[in-house]
Nanobody, 115 residues
């Protein structure tokens, strides 16, 4: 059974940093594109960034230059380094393959940025 377990969220002030981790279990995802997604209250879940098996990356415009996605294929881990956080980054953050598969959604990790 595939499980994706996100961690590393918390409450920070604007301008601070957080690093999120996603532990993937059940099978290897080294050949999959992996993504980070987020859902703010009242909004739809949206893609934040993805990383290919070869390390190529893509970011949505709102996080470009501030967030860095990375992966450790040997340990089935995906990371999201978030710098210069803004109140509008407040959301529950999830990892999943890209495109996302409904059966892979985990519980997510809450990120709250105060102004």
């Amino acid at each position: 059974q595939v499980q994706m377990v996100e961690s590393g969220g918390g409450l920070v002030q604007a301008g601070e940093s957080l690093k999120l981790s996603c532990a993937v279990s059940g099978r290897s995802f080294s050949n999959n594109i992996m993504g980070w997604y987020r859902q703010a209250p009242g909004n739809q879940r949206e893609l934040v960034a993805f990383i290919t098996s070869g390390g190529g990356t893509h970011y949505v415009d709102s996080v470009k230059g501030r967030f860095i996605i990375s992966r450790d294929n040997a340990n089935n881990m995906v990371y999201l380094q978030m710098n210069s956080l803004k109140p509008e980054d407040t959301a529950v953050y999830y990892c999943n393959v890209y495109p996302a598969r409904i059966e892979y959604w985990g519980q997510g990790t809450q990120v709250t940025v105060s102004s």
